[in-house]
């Protein structure tokens, strides 16, 4: 077999950069890679010399904003002064940053495992419950149908979206039951809030006590990248509730919703409730270095004092992303970063409710802090989307994917979740002006899905 086609070499030309690699969640040749060259703050510089302002922060990992100072300098010290050594050794970073970890998690999450990715983050999540429960055989996972837990062979079996359907024929991970989401805008029981009595929670009471065997519920308090899905506030202190009566443990995926980025430090703080497991990865470094975390209770600590640990790796608690760690959380405290979030999240809020309002093709808006979700339909009425899944799968267009072009060729990323909605998460440090001038770009960029809308409404 040959190699990669050879191409002009030319490093920025998008067409030689695909020959030899792959994009990865899509049919690779719809790749059409923009080449970017430089980063700061709220903006990204492609390789023809084009800036443009950054609206959700990549896929919500960039909380601080693109090429932070204070970070980038700490990871350059760090990497001076020890820039390798194996996760048995100790180090004085990795220290301090579990003693900053242990001032910003919520307070019953004292003992901490790190790893290079959310992905992992989970997989050390799921593996340890398993473990913990190995002998009195609870070793079911209950998951939600719109979430996302990573794209390795247990977190793909976890995922409970579209994502996970080309991969589960491998049958890798067996075990896992999904349950429905508290998404309101489309019940599934065909319920309204609050008259529904929160079902969706009570639900989860109902799957445990059925399948028999369940070690834990993970669950995104806030959705992610599957929707944004916001529950009602009875939500999350009752399936507290429910795993504790059950005795299984509750596991929050705070990979995407936390860092400040729906205006508490963890999405979990919104509600006062205290997971025995969070993972977390993305704003940890503010997106500047390859860095997950699994924080536990003490008594999954205290477990494994005992019993085998069966999680770790070459890169695990790498020195680098102790450094970016730390200078990550002094700058969420220095800046003020989450208080801001929630501050400006209603500002941000207000400003979709208008394009909401506005465009026929705008079915739903919701949000929390600095994260939001415009969900496009093609009927209002009748809340038809554009798209499917089956689309997604096939590579395509979809509605949201043209939406996201036309803000790219104005000079405005935004990020296409799975799979009818636009995903509104920009870097903390955003200011109310560059909110405005993104949210009028939107509103632009709207009539290319109100075009193909049903006007009835
Ligand atoms: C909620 C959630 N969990 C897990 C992951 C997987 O994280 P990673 O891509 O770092 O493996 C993601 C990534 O987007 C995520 O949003």
Redesign the pocket.
């Known amino acids: 077999m040959s190699g990669a086609t050879p191409g002009p070499a030319d490093k920025t030309d998008s067409e030689y950069l695909k020959s030899s690699n792959y994009s990865g969640f899509r049919l690779e040749a719809t790749w059409k890679p923009t080449v970017m060259v430089r980063g700061e703050g709220m903006y990204l510089e492609d390789a023809q010399g084009n800036r443009y302002l950054d609206f959700s922060a990549q ?2 990992a960039v909380n601080l904003g693109h090429n932070n100072r204070h970070v980038i300098e700490a990871i350059k010290n760090q990497a001076d002064r020890l820039a390798y050594v194996g996760v048995g050794f100790g180090t004085d970073v990795r220290a301090e940053f579990s003693h900053k970890l242990a001032e910003v998690l919520p307070d019953n999450l004292t003992k901490y495992n790190f790893s290079n ?6 997989e050390a999540a799921v593996k340890m419950v398993r473990t913990y429960f190995q002998r009195e055989g609870r070793t079911k996972i209950i998951s939600r149908y719109n ?6 062979a247990a ?1 793909t079996q976890l995922t409970g979206g579209p994502r996970r359907f080309v991969a589960e024929t491998t049958g890798a991970y067996p075990g896992v039951v999904h349950v429905p989401d508290p998404y309101c805008y489309r019940c599934p029981f065909g319920l309204k809030y609050p008259e529904c009595g929160v079902a969706c929670a009570e639900y989860i009471d109902y799957a445990i006590k059925n399948e028999g065997n369940i070690g834990a519920v993970i669950l ?1 308090p806030v ?3 599957s929707g944004v899905v916001v529950p009602p506030k009875e939500y999350l202190p009752r399936v507290r509730q429910i795993t504790e009566e059950n005795g299984a443990f509750l596991i929050a ?5 936390g860092w400040g980025r729906t205006g508490e430090w963890f999405a979990v703080d919104n509600w006062g409730v205290k997971p025995d497991i969070m ?1 977390t ?2 704003g940890i470094t503010g997106g500047q270095f ?1 860095l ?1 975390l699994t924080a536990t209770n003490r008594t999954i600590a205290d477990y494994f004092e005992e019993n085998w640990l069966p999680v770790s790796g070459t890169f695990s608690a790498h020195p680098l992303g102790m450094a970016a760690g730390i200078a990550a959380i002094e700058e969420y405290q220095r800046q003020n970063l989450i208080p801001r979030a929630r501050e400006l999240g209603v500002h941000l809020g207000k400003r979709l409710e208008e394009l909401k309002s506005r465009h026929p093709s705008v079915g739903d808006v919701r949000g929390l802090g600095l994260l939001w979700a415009l969900e496009l339909v093609k009927n209002k009425r009748t809340k038809a989307p554009f798209n499917t899944p089956d689309d997604y799968l096939h590579g395509r267009p979809l509605m949201i994917q043209k939406v996201a072009s036309k803000m790219m060729s104005m000079g405005f990323f935004v990020y296409s979740g799975v799979v009818s909605h636009l995903i509104v998460s920009p870097p903390l440090i955003i200011s109310e002006a560059q909110v405005d001038a993104a949210v009028e770009a939107m509103d632009e960029a709207l009539k290319v899905s109100d075009q193909e809308a049903d006007r009835e409404n």
Do not use: M, Q, V
């Not at 990715?117 to 989970?122: F, H, K, L, Q, Y």
């Not at 979430?147 to 390795?152: D, E, I, L």
């Open positions: 896929p919500a990715s959310g992905s992992e983050a989970n979430s996302f837990h990573g794209w390795t977190t995104e959705t992610g990248a995926d705070e990979i995407l919703c993972t990865a993305k390859p997950s």
